[in-house]
């Protein structure tokens, strides 16, 4: 059981805009930035997007997050076929003191 | 531009101890305000965050993993250790290390990770 929620799969089509959900509680997001982390199939984890909407160099702009209260969204415009992969929200938990990742979100482009 | 990458072996039986090393190259192990982290992702599963060393060896453990977790660093050889004890089919995943920076009040991100190292546990 994560302490982050994010729907285990979501899907699109080539050109269209997908969003990803995250949510927690006051004492992660609530309190912390989200980071987002890419991972293409067979391969680590890759960071996507940090401090909540901040892109890494080399990370296409039709990757953007936002962060609202206790809840952050990925979205993904334009979709592209190598954007399949697994896509994973994390966060700093100030009452664990620790890090907590949401389940991973499997997008897969139809 | 810090590259990471784990060590270990690949099988470990029940009860024992499990332990995997990430050394550290492109930049050294005891520069900047780094935490150094374990992480892994169980066959099918989320990431789970295990720990965090810094370069002086102060840690900060997963609660639900700390009794059994022990991280070390070795800043001559510019690496980094996980033992993990009294192991489970459970524990069985891909294991990454990977690199996060730190200032008084703040956590920032994961980056870079290492590849990741599968570990089993069987008899």
């Known amino acids: 059981q994560s302490v982050l929620t994010q729907p285990p799969s979501a899907s699109g089509t080539p050109g269209q805009r997908v969003t990803i959900s995250c949510s927690g509680s006051n004492s992660n997001i609530g309190s912390n930035t989200v980071n987002w982390y890419q991972q293409l199939p067979g391969t680590a984890p890759k960071l996507l997007i940090f401090r909540n909407d901040q892109r890494p160099s080399g990370v296409p702009d039709r990757f953007s997050g936002s962060k609202s209260g206790t809840s952050a969204s990925l979205a993904i415009r334009g979709l592209q076929s190598e954007d399949e992969a697994d896509y994973h929200c994390?966060?700093?938990?100030?009452?664990?003191?620790?890090?907590?990742f949401g389940g991973g979100t499997k997008l897969t482009v139809l | 531009q810090a590259q990471l990458k784990e060590s270990g072996p690949g099988l470990v039986k029940p009860s024992q101890t499990l332990s995997l090393t990430c050394i550290v190259s492109?930049?050294?192990?005891?520069?900047?305000?780094?935490?150094w982290n374990w992480i892994r992702q169980s066959p099918g599963k989320g990431l789970e965050w295990i720990g965090e060393v810094d370069h002086s060896g102060g840690t900060n453990y997963n609660p639900s993993l700390k009794s059994r977790v022990t991280m070390s660093v070795d800043t001559s050889k510019n690496q980094f250790s996980l033992e993990l004890s009294s192991v489970t089919a459970a524990d069985a995943a891909v294991y990454y290390c990977?690199?996060?920076?730190?200032?008084?009040?703040?956590?920032?991100?994961?980056?870079?990770w290492g590849q990741g190292t599968l570990v089993t546990v069987s008899s």
């Open positions: 994390s966060a700093w938990d100030d009452r664990l003191n620790g890090w907590v």
């Open positions: 990977a690199r996060s920076y730190y200032s008084a009040n703040y956590r920032s991100w994961f980056d870079p």
């Open positions: 492109g930049g050294s192990i005891s520069s900047g305000s780094y935490h």
